[in-house]
Each structure stands twice: as structure tokens, then as C-alpha cells.
């Protein structure tokens, strides 16, 4: 009986890291291209679905939130580079840390046919690393159920 209770956290951590090493498709979140180096960890409510893109070091590259709605909101002003994300016509708004001048960020929303709102933030201490992230998102697939291609989303 003392193995078993001893051995009931080594259990759930295996089985916690086995559930985020499933296929994207079953975890709520778009699938990474493959070779991106990253792994998805994905938290889900009734309505929605919050998915960052970890390193194997842990860090963040990139995050992404799916709900009906988004609280980011563009502001015309930060407009940087258009894009594509998951064959999503996109435009990329510069994103401003307070805390963190000096990293390069970057955010958009992405209008899904479903009828929920990606929006997906991006953040490199240097350009290239940041134009790195921007090559993985342009990877990322909604499926195909969810996906138009060459349909326009920017917002």
C-alpha cells in the first residue's frame, strides 16, 4: 500500500506529461509544424482554449488564446508587417511590454470560420529571433475543418 500512495505522484506527473505530448487536434490547439522544437501546453475552459508554444527549456515562444470573443483590440497606430498564419491572412500589431522595452513583440487576431477569434502574441529579445517566430506561426494548422485558405482575417 505505501508503494502505491508513493508512487501515485510519479503516476499523475507521467500521465500530466503524456497529456500534453498529445496531438494537437486533441488538446484544442493548431498543430506546429513539424521541426518547430516546440511543444504545445494547453489549458481549456467551456469556451476556450489558451495553448502556449514551449521551448525545451521551457520558455515561451509563442502564446495563443481561441474563444468566441478577444479582449486584444488593434490599435491602427501599432500596424507593423502583414502576414499569413496557418494560410490566415493576417496583420501583425507591435505589441509594447512596459516592463520589457527591449523585447520585440508582436500580436494579431485571426477570425476562425467557426466563428471564434484567435488571437495569437509573439515575443523575441532580438529581430531575428523574432522573425523565427514569425516562420513557425506561418506553420501552424487550424485543421481542416476550421481553416479557409487564402481567406482574408485581418482585422
Excluded at 498529445?22 to 522544437?37: H, N, T, V, W
Amino acid at each position: 500500500m505505501k508503494a502505491t500512495v508513493l508512487c501515485l505522484p510519479w503516476l499523475l506527473l507521467a500521465a500530466s506529461a503524456a497529456h500534453a505530448q498529445q496531438p494537437s487536434s486533441a488538446s484544442g490547439c493548431p498543430q506546429l509544424p513539424a521541426g518547430a522544437g516546440l511543444e504545445w501546453e494547453h489549458r481549456a475552459t467551456a469556451d476556450s482554449d489558451f495553448c502556449r508554444a514551449l521551448r525545451e527549456d521551457g520558455s515561451e515562444a509563442f502564446g495563443l488564446y481561441i474563444a468566441d470573443s478577444s479582449p486584444f483590440e488593434p490599435r491602427r497606430k501599432n500596424r507593423e508587417e502583414t502576414g499569413q498564419v496557418g494560410g490566415f491572412e493576417v496583420q501583425w500589431y507591435r505589441a509594447e511590454i512596459a516592463t520589457r522595452p527591449d523585447i520585440a513583440a508582436r500580436e494579431t487576431l485571426i477570425e476562425l470560420p467557426d466563428g471564434r477569434v484567435a488571437h495569437l502574441w509573439l515575443q523575441a529579445p532580438t529581430g531575428e529571433q523574432l522573425e523565427r517566430a514569425l516562420e513557425v506561426a506561418r506553420g501552424l494548422r487550424f485543421g481542416a475543418e476550421r481553416q479557409i485558405a487564402g481567406g482574408s482575417n485581418a482585422p
